[in-house]
């Protein structure tokens, strides 16, 4: 852009990036939202596909998405790094109080306590006291520079719903690692760049305080024992709280059922259970869509990998146009709705699933799929089959006939074997679910549907 007085003499110039309309998205959560896979498996950045980054700059969006050393709030400063930056009379005063320096978090739940009282007695206030060991900004992009994990499913979403619908995509990124509900507490609103939700919130703001839904992966962290019996109501406070504070009442959550944890844990039953809560909340918060991490590859003990990210991004873009776009087409994935006994053989089970894209899709491996009577026995089965003429059924072979009551069960424990999807790599997620099975009818004229 040019400009020139009156008598035509050019006055100056700048030039502009470019400014689209389209529809903004927000990506919250923990680790697997933020990116820990690495980088040289990223999705290349797409044109029409912009951040918001944490240093509250429209920028192109490429991973990490989630630049922490930039971050203009403190909850998502590094502060396992910047802990190193601590002077010795900090850390002096610390230990006085009982706290130890790598104890130092903006997230802790003893932030508000011992470190308080040492900035209040120094006269410090506590953004000061953060502010005295944020790096400075030749610093930080030294230490971006040389990041070598950072890419999650974000970039992949926005690609694939601006390739689908032609309209510029605009991503708030938000997620902070190691995170659990009761972090993201609503009612912790007012302490704004201080706390998850409140910087989420002052960041919807400053972008126009309208999106067009939210992106939500998280639950790992509420696998602890005395977290999980929380989860759902936390989940369920947290989607309506959000809802509210913006006037969407229909906001879409499209939101991940945490995947596999590959080394022991004492929490693999909790890990089960807050998966399997996570498929059963898809029907009772409304305008919400599930897709599962639980088949995808890892990177690590916890974390998924490059290209499961972006598998994962574009099952979620699936989802975003199935339900904020309303894509005709596309359906969530295989979810399984009823079992029904098969007319030729009393030991044989026809698994009926709703949501399929064209037909299913079996793993190699058999996968963790369980019969279970009333009374706890697991009924054994073998010979898990594709049914030709409905692409939407399973058969599978149990040792014995199946009882008129049973739980059906897929995936559980902290590394099962899954892998059923559809032609769309929209992939079965995780449940649990009581089954009644009636009696097979044999006539012609009473084939079941």
């Given at each position: 852009m040019m400009f020139y007085s009156k008598e035509g003499?050019?006055?100056?110039?700048?030039?502009?990036?470019?400014?689209?309309?389209?529809?903004?998205?927000?990506?919250?959560?923990?680790?697997?939202?933020?990116?820990?896979?690495?980088?040289?498996?990223?999705?290349?950045?797409?044109?029409?596909?912009?951040?918001?980054?944490?240093?509250?700059?429209?920028?192109?969006?490429?991973?990490?998405?989630?630049?922490?050393?930039?971050?203009?709030?403190?909850?998502?400063?590094?502060?396992?790094?910047?802990?190193?930056?601590?002077?010795?009379?900090?850390?002096?005063?610390?230990?006085?109080?009982?706290?130890?320096?790598?104890?130092?978090?903006?997230?802790?739940?003893?932030?508000?306590?011992?470190?308080?009282?040492?900035?209040?007695?120094?006269?410090?206030?506590?953004?000061?006291?953060?502010?005295?060991?944020?790096?400075?900004?030749?610093?930080?992009?030294?230490?971006?520079?040389?990041?070598?994990?950072?890419?999650?499913?974000?970039?992949?979403?926005?690609?694939?719903?601006?390739?689908?619908?032609?309209?510029?995509?605009?991503?708030?990124?938000?997620?902070?690692?190691?995170?659990?509900?009761?972090?993201?507490?609503?009612?912790?609103?007012?302490?704004?760049?201080?706390?998850?939700?409140?910087?989420?919130?002052?960041?919807?703001?400053?972008?126009?305080?309208?999106?067009?839904?939210?992106?939500?992966?998280?639950?790992?962290?509420?696998?602890?024992?005395?977290?999980?019996?929380?989860?759902?109501?936390?989940?369920?406070?947290f989607v309506t709280a959000l809802r509210k504070q913006?006037?969407?009442?229909?906001?879409?959550?499209?939101?991940?059922?945490?995947?596999?944890?590959?080394?022991?844990?004492?929490?693999?039953?909790?890990?089960?259970?807050?998966?399997?809560?996570?498929?059963?909340?898809?029907?009772?918060?409304?305008?919400?869509?599930?897709?599962?991490?639980?088949?995808?590859?890892?990177?690590?003990?916890?974390?998924?990998?490059?290209?499961?990210?972006?598998?994962?991004?574009?099952?979620?873009?699936?989802?975003?146009?199935?339900?904020?776009?309303?894509?005709?087409?596309?359906?969530?994935?295989?979810?399984?709705?009823?079992?029904?006994?098969?007319?030729?053989?009393?030991?044989?089970?026809?698994?009926?699933?709703?949501?399929?894209?064209?037909?299913?899709?079996?793993?190699?491996?058999?996968?963790?799929?369980?019969?279970?009577?009333?009374?706890g026995e697991t009924i054994e089965w073998s010979n898990?089959?594709?049914?030709?003429?409905?692409?939407?059924?399973?058969?599978?072979?149990?040792?014995?006939?199946?009882?008129?009551?049973?739980?059906?069960?897929?995936?559980?424990?902290?590394?099962?074997?899954?892998?059923?999807?559809?032609?769309?790599?929209?992939?079965?997620?995780?449940?649990?679910?009581?089954?009644?099975?009636?009696?097979?009818?044999?006539?012609?004229?009473?084939?079941?549907?």
């Amino acid at each position: 852009m040019m400009f020139y007085s009156k008598e035509g003499e050019l006055l100056g110039s700048f030039f502009a990036d470019p400014v689209w309309s389209g529809d903004v998205w927000v990506l919250a959560g923990q680790s697997n939202m933020e990116g820990y896979a690495p980088l040289d498996g990223a999705e290349k950045p797409a044109a029409l596909v912009t951040a918001f980054g944490l240093d509250d700059i429209w920028c192109e969006a490429r991973d990490p998405l989630h630049r922490k050393w930039h971050a203009t709030d403190p909850v998502h400063w590094p502060v396992d790094a910047l802990q190193a930056s601590l002077s010795s009379s900090v850390v002096d005063a610390l230990r006085t109080h009982g706290l130890k320096p790598e104890e130092v978090s903006p997230r802790g739940a003893r932030i508000g306590g011992c470190v308080r009282k040492v900035i209040g007695e120094s006269g410090m206030r506590w953004m000061e006291f953060l502010q005295a060991f944020k790096p400075s900004l030749e610093d930080a992009d030294e230490f971006e520079s040389a990041r070598i994990i950072g890419t999650g499913p974000g970039v992949s979403f926005g690609r694939f719903i601006a390739a689908e619908t032609g309209v510029p995509v605009g991503l708030v990124p938000c997620a902070v690692g190691g995170t659990g509900m009761a972090q993201w507490d609503p009612t912790l609103m007012s302490a704004r760049g201080e706390s998850l939700y409140g910087s989420m919130m002052r960041r919807i703001e400053f972008v126009g305080g309208r999106v067009r839904g939210i992106v939500w992966y998280q639950g790992e962290s509420d696998t602890a024992p005395d977290e999980a019996p929380h989860y759902e109501l936390r989940l369920q406070e947290f989607v309506t709280a959000l809802r509210k504070q913006l006037g969407q009442g229909d906001l879409p959550f499209l939101y991940v059922q945490i995947g596999r944890f590959v080394e022991p844990s004492e929490n693999a039953e909790t890990w089960t259970e807050i998966r399997e809560l996570q498929a059963s909340l898809e029907e009772s918060i409304p305008r919400s869509r599930l897709a599962t991490a639980v088949d995808l590859g890892m990177c690590d003990a916890i974390h998924i990998d490059a290209d499961g990210a972006c598998r994962l991004g574009e099952r979620l873009g699936r989802l975003a146009m199935l339900e904020a776009y309303h894509d005709c087409d596309q359906k969530a994935g295989p979810r399984f709705t009823r079992a029904r006994r098969s007319r030729d053989d009393a030991n044989m089970l026809r698994l009926v699933f709703s949501g399929v894209n064209g037909k299913l899709v079996l793993p190699e491996e058999a996968p963790a799929l369980c019969f279970i009577a009333t009374d706890g026995e697991t009924i054994e089965w073998s010979n898990l089959q594709l049914r030709d003429d409905r692409p939407n059924e399973l058969l599978v072979t149990l040792r014995e006939p199946a009882p008129s009551v049973l739980f059906v069960q897929y995936g559980p424990g902290l590394n099962p074997r899954t892998g059923i999807v559809d032609e769309d790599d929209m992939a079965l997620p995780c449940f649990r679910i009581r089954a009644h099975v009636p009696a097979a009818f044999t006539t012609p004229s009473t084939i079941d549907e």
